[in-house]
């Protein structure tokens, strides 16, 4: 296991835990750190927190590690320090994961931010803090003297409070292993409760919005779960949001009013509706917008994407015996993607009491009772919610060349679905099964380029070194009980060969996967090359060929010089994957797009990148977005480059990345003394964070980027020629720029 400079980014919210505190604005010591803060106009309680990396000046601070004097080690702990009046309060925490339950009530108003390094509020893709407790209730029946609110993880009980950049899980029951079994990581009651760039993550009964008098605001929250995930009395305005779901032929909401007169109300306005990552192929046309749990219920969706897992109906009655629609307000307005009504309009009818609206009657001045208590910073600017991209094109423009259509993850990724090959060191009875891969490639490589072929594998170490060409679509996916986490792939694919690269002899040809496929697709499989350090021996993980395509979702790729090849005319896609290495460990004359991944240098005195291209028109490159790099305990500071020009047309370009200590000052180098190959190149960096993002001391013949420099870098852009339907855009949590 690496032992890295920062805690990894693994998976979807609940690895974003713990990047370093070091430019959080504290001091430290050998074994504590002391809070600092500046007093400045954007730190007055109550006020949009402008950065949330540091404390802002009178706040009380929370740190899970205990390593900061002053500090409490629970949230529980630092509400229970707060004066019992009326003053305004604001505590911050720390990045960490904190394990328990609170609620918030006090009189007075209290503000609550999580870490992170990114526009506090603007989005929940770079949080840094968790609060997770796992607490469950049985509801079949529901206890005497219990109720679904006691499981919450995060309740509220008093009155204007604002959460900022927390993520809030409830482990309870969230694969839904237990039927009428409800979890929840939000429970808010009061009046004038704002949570900001949040996440709630949990089953059955995610959110309860509990008060029947009371006014919430969510702005850039992502929210998780699979049976009324979405539930309460009050009246809500979801604001740029990701509602994602995860069980077939259940809703998202279930709302409540007394009568015509009540407040209550559920708005969704710009929000977009998906499915959690993993079951988009399980879950399409199947999933409702919400159900009446009172007659009144009142929910309204407008300016949203509504992708193809809604249901064409898109409403559904409480339940046959019990419909309870006969007051109901469900309404939709503005909408687009494949589930909204004008997509739909025979099925939306034929539901009968929902209503398409011509105008927007639910904008946010009427829907709350005031807006003086919402922090209005990036409202305005929404236009999708941030933790997502914009969903696949059906038709994809006909200047591309045309692909096979990409296939979703399955949801379960533990067991292989029906038709596909099955790889397993052990029999299975009543299943055929290869004992290694090199076995089930030469069972699938007669079959038609117009069939996609998926083969599953089980845990084990297959000590092989692969070679494989297939013209068709094929899908290679490792057993894993969570896809989201490469840490825990139990899938390792091995070899131990190095290349003297000044021989004549191509580096490739070490590679523990060497694909020249058209179409290639992995999930939680490991590439590893474990031949070891030995000067001007190249040993790849990976290597690609014959103009290819390949994409990567929660893969490790491990070797040293020259571990991940990219060969001219080869497209690669990696998304949530590690790629480690010692020398221009990711190199090559072909194009690759790493999304959220994690790049690990393993010794002194190398660069990530060595990329070459023809000419300085040939749209070749490689993008780092949103990635970390984090290299090995035993890299020095200052010791590792971003990258090195394989010639003088080399295009690399790092987007909103964090860069650990081992970077140097100068990020770049040249090809060598007396060869630098810098004339033409474009080594380009983008908002990115951390110690070794400095740009004091960067080579003169880097840039830094404007906005206009990183629209060649946005996904689609980057990807013109080759078109995206070869990788799997469902598969991906986070939006790329």
């Known amino acids: 296991m690496l032992v890295l400079r920062i805690a ?114 603007k989005g929940y893709s770079g949080n840094r803090v968790t609060v997770s407790y796992s607490r469950g209730l049985s509801i079949s029946p529901l206890p005497v003297g219990h109720s679904n609110s006691e499981t919450a993880v995060v309740s509220t009980a008093s009155s204007n409070i604002a959460f900022y950049n927390i993520n809030f899980i409830n482990p309870a029951n969230l694969d839904g292993g237990i039927s009428n079994y409800v979890a929840l990581a939000g429970s808010t009651y009061g009046n004038h409760i704002g949570f900001y760039g949040c996440s709630f993550i949990g089953w059955q009964d995610t959110l309860l919005t509990g008060s029947t008098n009371g006014y919430q605001y969510y702005e850039s929250c992502y929210i998780e779960g699979a049976i009324d995930f979405i539930w309460g009395y009050s009246a809500a305005y979801f604001k740029g949001c990701t509602i994602a779901a995860k069980r077939k032929s259940s809703c998202i909401t279930a709302h409540s009013r007394k009568d015509d007169t009540s407040i209550g109300v559920y708005v969704f306005d710009q929000c977009i509706v998906t499915a959690v990552v993993g079951y988009a192929s399980t879950l399409e046309s199947g999933v409702y917008l919400g159900r009446p749990y009172s007659a009144y219920a009142k929910v309204i969706y407008k300016n949203s994407y509504l992708d193809s897992v809604v249901h064409p109906a898109g409403w559904k009655n409480w339940s046959a015996t019990d419909p309870r629609i006969d007051h109901v307000t469900f309404a939709e307005f503005n909408n687009s993607g494949p589930g909204n009504w004008e997509n739909n309009a025979a099925a939306r009818q034929g539901f009968g009491h929902a209503t398409l609206l011509t105008s927007d009657s639910y904008p946010l001045t009427s829907v709350m009772d005031s807006t003086s208590w919402i922090d209005s910073t990036y409202g305005d600017s929404i236009s999708l919610p941030l933790g997502l991209p914009a969903p696949r094109a059906i038709n994809p423009s006909s200047t591309n060349p045309s692909y096979p259509s990409s296939t979703a993850p399955e949801a379960d990724s533990t067991v292989p679905a029906d038709g596909d090959y099955i790889v397993s060191k052990s029999p299975i009875k009543g299943k055929t099964v290869y004992s290694s891969f090199a076995e089930v490639i030469a069972a699938i490589q007669g079959i038609s380029s117009k069939q996609v072929v998926t083969v599953f594998a089980y845990p084990g170490i297959y000590k092989e070194q692969i070679v494989f060409n297939r013209s068709g679509t094929t899908i290679f996916r490792g057993y894993s ?34 694909s020249r496929a058209k179409y290639l697709q992995l999930y939680n499989i490991n590439l590893n090359n474990v031949f070891g350090q030995i000067h001007n021996y190249a040993s790849l993980g990976f290597a690609s060929g014959n103009n290819g395509y390949t994409s990567f979702y929660g893969c490790q790729i491990t070797g040293n010089q020259d571990t991940f090849d990219l060969n001219k005319g080869t497209s690669v896609f990696a998304y ?26 393993n010794t002194n005195g190398g660069s990530i990148a060595a990329m070459k291209r023809a000419s300085s028109t040939e749209s070749a490159g490689l993008v780092f977005d949103q990635c970390t790099v984090a290299s090995v305990q035993t890299v020095s500071a200052g010791s590792f480059y971003l990258g090195r ?42 908002h990115n964070y951390g110690p070794g993002a400095t740009t004091t001391g960067r080579a003169a013949f880097s840039q830094q980027l404007s906005d206009a420099d990183a629209v060649q870098f946005q996904l689609a852009n980057f990807f013109s020629n080759q078109g995206t339907s070869w990788y799997v855009q469902v598969a991906v949590y986070d939006s790329p720029i």
């Open 481 to 514: 009980e969570d896809p989201s986490n490469y840490a825990q792939n139990q899938v390792v694919l091995q070899n131990s060969h190095g290349v003297d690269t000044q021989a004549d002899q191509s580096n490739s040809d070490s590679a523990t996967l060497y």
């Open 8 to 121: 990894l980014v693994l998976g979807h919210l609940l690895g974003f835990s713990a990047l370093p505190a070091s430019g959080t604005h504290i001091s430290s010591t050998a074994s504590t750190t002391t809070i600092e803060s500046t007093t400045t106009a954007s730190s007055i309680c109550g006020a949009h927190p402008t950065d949330a990396s540091k404390a802002p000046a009178g706040a009380v601070v929370v740190d899970s590690t205990n390593s900061t004097t002053g500090a409490f080690s629970s949230l529980a702990a630092a509400l229970a320090s707060l004066p019992g009046d009326s003053s305004c309060q604001t505590v911050f925490l720390l990045p960490g994961t904190y394990n328990e339950q609170v609620t918030v009530n006090r009189p007075g108003q209290t503000v609550i931010i999580g870490y992170t390094a990114g526009d506090p509020g």
């Open 576 to 601: 949530n994957t590690l790629v480690e290495g010692s020398i221009d460990f990711i190199w090559g004359a072909g194009s690759a797009y790493f999304l959220n991944s994690t790049l690990v240098p």
């Open 645 to 686: 020009p394989y010639n003088n047309y080399s295009r690399v370009a790092y987007i909103k990345t964090y860069l650990d200590d081992s970077i140097s000052s100068a990020g770049w180098s040249v090809w060598s003394k007396t060869n630098p190959q810098t004339g033409g190149v474009l080594f380009g960096e983008y």
